[in-house]
């Protein structure tokens, strides 16, 4: 087993996180579907508002590849198709049908695959089979991050056991019953022809004696060291090893849940976080824990008396990845937690002039410095964006060892080749750069949105 150490992380000393134990999610009356989260998907709806659709019914496809589409994970009826800038679609939503007889859902029958089918199937019959059930989204590349071309070889495919981000679903919590899944998962995976290299954390090591042998490697370090595109990044010997392709562990369950049973999977296992209180006391002590749900499932049937939190930021998908949502928003297809965070409030008077020992900093600017306790997560940057001042915080933290001031500039000047040359397309879009930058300069989502640009631009 190879140990994977990155010395350019942060320590992040954030309180709060779900409670060991996991709850059953409330009966959701609608599921949605979000094809904005999609990156680089152009979907072309196959439903309309009205229609009638089961678990496992194609709602939409991509108009470059009519064959990659996109189930539904809820039985019912199309209730809703919203709409956002120039016409894309953010939202399908289905009101799901009442199951109060008992009675499951209708799905979408597909054929399982069993253990011995799985292992005389060729690579492109697995394919098809994976596009045909809706699993192949649950397969993403690098270094873009979207859903690879089926004709796509990568050179080897990474499967992280642990989320990268700061209160997510660690593996023992989702592989608990799971454990046959996972296998025919990863079964699958070799299928594909590539080599599949799985990651344990050096703090969760895979204890089950079945599971352990198929690990390949071990993550040393804070965030992001789990995340695939740092493992890749500190592992490849040339740069032919830069197209590979990743999944989650919790998406490797889906994959082989769904194979295995002939139904498109819906069960999600969700960490909601209400990091105001460090202490775990008052306001956030009945958020913090783990759901089982479903995909899709609205983010106020995540939390108890959502109408209370309205002095809370909503953040679906991880703190420093994810995206600013509303209560009456849904999880998306990735979406593993949702984070209630303090708002930012009115700006504290003199308060340049205040010692700040409980003012979060990674310089000495407050005396926080001292004691780097855990402090609770709150929206407020504290200042606003000013221009570069060439600290160099930004590369200090730097996972992929990106000179992020010198690209930053360049994408500034609209030099993109030098932008390139300085390392943009290893950034993983960890967000550490934009955590410690003291002029508040959103570096990270600088990056990633050039990214996605240039990315654009190629295909």
Same mark, same amino acid.
């Not at 699958?188 to 004696?209: F, M, T, W």
């Not at 340049?352 to 310089?363: E, I, N, W, Y």
């Not at 879009?429 to 600088?446: F, H, M, N, R, T």
């Given at each position: 087993?190879?140990?994977?150490?990155?010395?350019?992380?942060?320590?992040?000393? *954030?309180?709060?996180?779900?409670?060991?134990?996991?709850?059953?999610?409330?009966?959701?009356?609608?599921?949605?579907?979000?094809?904005?989260?999609?990156?680089?998907?152009?979907?072309?709806?196959?439903?309309?508002?009205?229609?009638?659709?089961?678990?496992?019914?194609?709602?939409?496809?991509?108009?470059?590849?009519?064959?990659?589409?996109?189930?539904?994970?809820?039985?019912?009826?199309?209730?809703?198709?919203?709409?956002?800038?120039?016409?894309? %679609?953010?939202?399908?939503?289905?009101?799901?049908?009442?199951?109060?007889?008992?009675?499951?859902? &209708?799905?979408?029958?597909? &054929?399982? %695959?069993?253990?011995?089918?799985?292992?005389?199937?060729?690579?492109?019959?697995?394919?098809?089979?994976?596009?045909?059930?809706?699993?192949?989204?649950?397969?993403? /590349?690098?270094?873009?991050?979207?859903?690879?071309?089926?004709?796509?070889?990568?050179?080897?495919?990474?499967?992280?056991?642990?989320?990268?981000?700061?209160?997510?679903?660690?593996?023992? %919590?989702?592989?608990?019953?799971?454990?046959?899944?996972?296998?025919?998962?990863?079964?699958?995976?070799?299928?594909?022809?590539?080599?599949?290299?799985?990651?344990?954390?050096?703090?969760?090591? *895979? &204890?089950?004696?079945?599971?352990?042998?198929?690990?390949?490697?071990?993550?040393?370090?804070?965030?992001?060291? &789990?995340?695939?595109?740092?493992?890749? =990044?500190?592992?490849?010997?040339?740069?032919?090893?830069?197209?590979?392709?990743?999944?989650?562990?919790?998406?490797?369950?889906?994959?082989?849940?769904?194979?295995?049973?002939?139904?498109?999977?819906?069960?999600? %296992?969700?960490?909601?976080?209400?990091?105001?209180?460090?202490?775990?006391?008052?306001?956030?002590?009945?958020?913090?824990?783990?759901?089982?749900?479903?995909?899709?499932?609205?983010?106020?049937?995540?939390?108890?008396?959502?109408?209370?939190?309205?002095?809370?930021?909503?953040?679906?998908?991880?703190?420093?990845?994810?995206?600013?949502?509303?209560?009456?928003?849904?999880?998306?297809?990735?979406? +593993?937690?949702?984070?209630?965070?303090?708002?930012?409030?009115?700006?504290?008077?003199?308060?340049?002039?205040?010692?700040?020992?409980?003012?979060?900093?990674?310089?000495?600017?407050?005396?926080?410095?001292?004691?780097?306790?855990?402090?609770?997560?709150?929206?407020?940057?504290?200042?606003?964006?000013?221009?570069?001042? /060439?600290?160099?915080?930004?590369?200090?933290? #730097?996972?992929?060892?990106?000179?992020?001031? =010198?690209?930053?500039? #360049? *994408?500034?000047?609209?030099?993109?080749?030098?932008?390139?040359?300085?390392?943009?397309?290893? #950034?993983?879009? #960890?967000?550490?750069?934009?955590?410690?930058?003291?002029?508040?300069?959103?570096?990270?989502?600088?990056?990633?949105? +050039?990214?996605?640009? =240039?990315?654009?631009?190629?295909?």
């Amino acid at each position: 087993m190879e140990t994977v150490s990155v010395k350019r992380t942060l320590k992040i000393n *954030i309180a709060g996180g779900p409670v060991p134990d996991i709850e059953k999610g409330p009966a959701v009356s609608a599921v949605a579907v979000l094809p904005d989260r999609f990156p680089f998907i152009k979907p072309r709806l196959l439903v309309k508002k009205g229609d009638r659709v089961k678990i496992g019914s194609p709602l939409f496809a991509d108009k470059d590849d009519k064959n990659l589409k996109f189930l539904s994970p809820g039985a019912g009826t199309v209730k809703d198709i919203q709409y956002g800038h120039r016409r894309t %679609i953010t939202r399908i939503v289905i009101e799901t049908d009442k199951t109060e007889t008992g009675k499951s859902e &209708e799905a979408v029958p597909f &054929e399982p %695959i069993d253990e011995k089918r799985l292992s005389e199937m060729d690579r492109d019959r697995l394919i098809g089979v994976l596009m045909d059930q809706g699993l192949w989204p649950l397969i993403r /590349n690098l270094p873009y991050r979207a859903i690879p071309p089926p004709d796509e070889k990568p050179a080897s495919i990474w499967v992280s056991m642990d989320p990268a981000d700061p209160f997510q679903v660690p593996s023992h %919590i989702y592989l608990k019953g799971n454990e046959a899944h996972f296998v025919r998962g990863i079964r699958a995976l070799e299928r594909l022809g590539a080599p599949v290299c799985i990651c344990e954390s050096q703090n969760r090591p *895979i &204890e089950d004696e079945t599971l352990a042998p198929l690990v390949t490697h071990r993550a040393s370090g804070p965030y992001p060291v &789990e995340d695939p595109g740092v493992l890749l =990044y500190h592992t490849k010997k040339s740069a032919d090893e830069n197209r590979a392709w990743f999944m989650t562990g919790q998406d490797v369950v889906l994959l082989g849940r769904g194979l295995g049973s002939g139904r498109y999977p819906t069960s999600r %296992i969700v960490a909601v976080s209400g990091l105001t209180n460090g202490n775990g006391s008052g306001g956030s002590a009945n958020l913090n824990r783990f759901i089982q749900t479903r995909m899709g499932a609205p983010l106020s049937s995540l939390v108890r008396n959502p109408e209370t939190l309205h002095d809370r930021r909503w953040i679906a998908g991880g703190l420093f990845r994810g995206r600013t949502a509303a209560p009456d928003g849904y999880m998306g297809f990735y979406e +593993t937690s949702l984070a209630l965070i303090e708002e930012a409030k009115d700006p504290e008077l003199f308060g340049f002039l205040r010692p700040g020992l409980f003012k979060p900093t990674v310089s000495r600017t407050f005396l926080y410095a001292l004691h780097k306790k855990h402090f609770p997560a709150k929206a407020d940057m504290r200042g606003e964006e000013r221009a570069c001042i /060439n600290c160099g915080k930004c590369e200090q933290v #730097c996972p992929v060892d990106i000179m992020v001031q =010198y690209a930053y500039k #360049c *994408i500034y000047a609209g030099e993109l080749e030098e932008a390139l040359m300085h390392g943009l397309l290893d #950034c993983v879009a #960890c967000g550490l750069c934009s955590y410690v930058c003291p002029a508040k300069i959103d570096l990270a989502e600088s990056l990633k949105t +050039t990214k996605h640009a =240039y990315y654009e631009d190629r295909i």
